[in-house]
């Protein structure tokens, strides 16, 4: 029988209105523009702020569309959205175990919200050599969509190797637990208990292809609008909201660390 430990939870069990710990968790800002990725690499719309990313009875990453006349200007012109991107880089790292987020996607078309990894050794070697574990991504316009994916060196963006399963209702009607197990042989996604896809190291290995998941990697949250993956952003809403109600990292048989 598999034997787990938790080894950390974030919980975001504040009663009051806070912003994210920021002993944990750091902001991206703007809109890629400064990390010379215009739109983050996949044409998105949104500006990225502080004020969009709240702690109250969970964290809540909303985006609002903005009053034209007054908002932040963004690679396109003046930035039709806001929203929040938050991360771990340099505070908290993770090698191997499980995750498990439990979240409510946000309602809309266009919408983008997105439990990820990447290696911490991006700044070192880029991206995607770094390598990148999407634990979950949804789609307001394909609204019954999960989906995970890994990027590598040669297996990014497009290309990259993904799964998905469709759930019965849209993934903003409910929270849902999304989860991946991750080992130095395999890595697994998993919604509410149930296990829909798996990749293990032998196979990319045997295709010629490389390995960057026996490191260390931090966590991204983050909610997007448009780009390539999410398609257009629908009339008829100006505002959604993801919430995450926790974390939770566990050992696995006693693999598993925080760095």
């Known amino acids: 029988m598999t034997h787990y430990e938790l080894l950390w939870s974030e919980n975001f069990d504040a009663t009051e209105d806070s912003r994210p710990d920021p002993n944990i968790w750091n902001f991206d800002l703007g809109d890629g523009t400064e990390a010379g990725i215009p739109g983050w690499g996949n044409q998105e719309k949104e500006f990225y702020t502080r004020d969009q990313a709240r702690v109250a009875n969970g964290l809540t990453l909303t985006a609002e569309r903005t009053d034209h006349a007054t908002a932040p ?22 090698r191997y175990g499980r995750f498990d987020f439990d979240a409510q996607a946000p309602i809309g078309g266009g919408s983008w919200p997105a439990i990820w990894m990447l290696g911490a050794n ?22 019954t969509e999960i989906r995970g994916t890994l990027h590598g060196p040669e297996y990014c963006g497009n290309d990259g190797i993904t799964g998905a399963i469709q759930a019965e209702k849209p993934l903003s009607s409910e929270r849902h637990t999304y989860s991946i197990e991750w080992l130095p042989e395999w890595i697994a996604w ?45 009339d008829g809403y100006d505002s959604c909201a993801f919430i995450i109600h926790s974390i939770h990292h566990y050992s696995i048989d006693g693999v598993g660390e925080k760095i």
Request: hydrophobic content about 40%; charged content about 25%.
């Open 73 to 94: 200007a963004a690679y396109y012109g003046r930035a039709e959205w806001v929203s929040s991107k938050i991360h771990t880089a340099d505070k908290v790292n993770f």
């Open 122 to 143: 991006l700044k070192d070697v880029t991206w995607p050599h770094c390598g990148e574990i999407d634990i979950f991504e949804g789609a307001g316009n394909r609204p």
């Open 190 to 234: 998993i919604v509410d208990g149930k296990e829909y896809f798996r990749i293990t190291k032998r196979q990319v290995i045997k295709d010629g292809k490389q390995w960057p998941f026996d490191q260390p990697f931090y966590l991204i949250l983050n909610l997007a609008m448009g780009g390539w993956f999410a398609g257009d952003v629908v």
